[in-house]
């Protein structure tokens, strides 16, 4: 089993689950705490329109991709904190106009396009080295803004009437947290591609809740669970031939079925 990790593709793929791991229990805890998947969901599927004018326009993708979620982030974000009725439907527009920009975008774009799926399903058996160290810079970027402004997090996350009389900027720290998902999203399209992002998202997290209440301890442990699937799902991947995204989604959902059966022993137990 060991020599499966001596492999230098297997040592980068390793290196860059655990580093979206981090940001994805870090993030992934503010989005179920906030109930704000739905969001999640539109940014992931919006990210595809920045793909999109990486390939019209010939410049890397991942970048498109960063600016395009960026974007679509802090638009929805306003949506959601400004028109409260229709919102949803609203979202779901701008979910579905970002998805067709960059369908309509590459195939405007001449010539062949062969990694075009590694962005819909994950490709996190051929991230190089270079971009191990933007998924750092990115991890870093996340981890620094969090822990600065955690308690303004935690205040607009359980009670903003409060919040907004404690003088905390509510909306400008929203808009902070849409922008951490964007960032997320588009290092996990690395890993399990933008299909399977929330699930990658959400599904740590959600385990992490059945378990623990303090916001600390569940980013802690919703980021150990989502090393532990993303080695599981490399080593199975690798085993048995499989998609590593997909097979990575599995481990973490046959654990979430698992915890949520524990779920009630546990309680008893305590």
């Known amino acids: 089993m060991m020599e499966v990790w001596q492999l230098e593709f297997m040592q980068n793929a390793l290196a860059a689950g655990v580093l979206v791991s981090i940001a994805c229990g870090i993030v992934g805890t503010l989005v179920t705490v906030n109930r704000i998947v739905f969001i999640s969901g539109g940014i992931v599927h919006a990210a595809y329109g920045g793909i999109g004018l990486g390939y019209f326009f010939r410049f890397d993708p991942v970048w498109g991709a960063i600016g395009f979620s960026l974007v679509a982030g802090l638009v929805m974000g306003a949506v959601q904190r400004k028109t409260r009725q229709r919102a949803d439907t609203i979202i779901g527009v701008i979910w579905a106009i970002g998805m067709a920009i960059g369908i309509i975008l590459i195939d405007l774009t001449p010539g062949y396009k062969g990694d075009l799926m590694s962005y819909l399903f994950g490709s996190i058996l051929t991230v190089p080295r270079s971009e191990l160290l933007l998924l750092l810079f990115l991890d870093l970027a996340i981890v620094i803004t969090v822990s600065l402004l955690y308690k303004e997090l935690l205040a607009i996350s359980f009670d903003e009437t409060f ?107 305590q």
Do not use: H
């Open 163 to 269: 919040a907004s009389v404690r003088n905390v900027p509510v909306d400008a720290i929203y808009m902070l947290l849409m922008c951490a998902i964007a960032v997320t999203v588009v290092m996990l399209m690395q890993v399990v591609g933008l299909i399977m992002v929330v699930a990658l998202l959400t599904i740590p997290a959600a385990i992490a809740e059945l378990f623990v209440k303090d916001i600390k301890w569940m980013m802690l442990l919703a980021s150990l669970f989502g090393i532990v699937f993303n080695t599981a799902g490399l080593w199975l991947s690798y085993s048995f031939n499989l998609t590593s995204g997909a097979t990575i989604i599995l481990v973490a959902g046959a654990a979430y079925l698992v915890a949520l059966a524990a779920k009630p022993l546990v309680s008893n137990w």
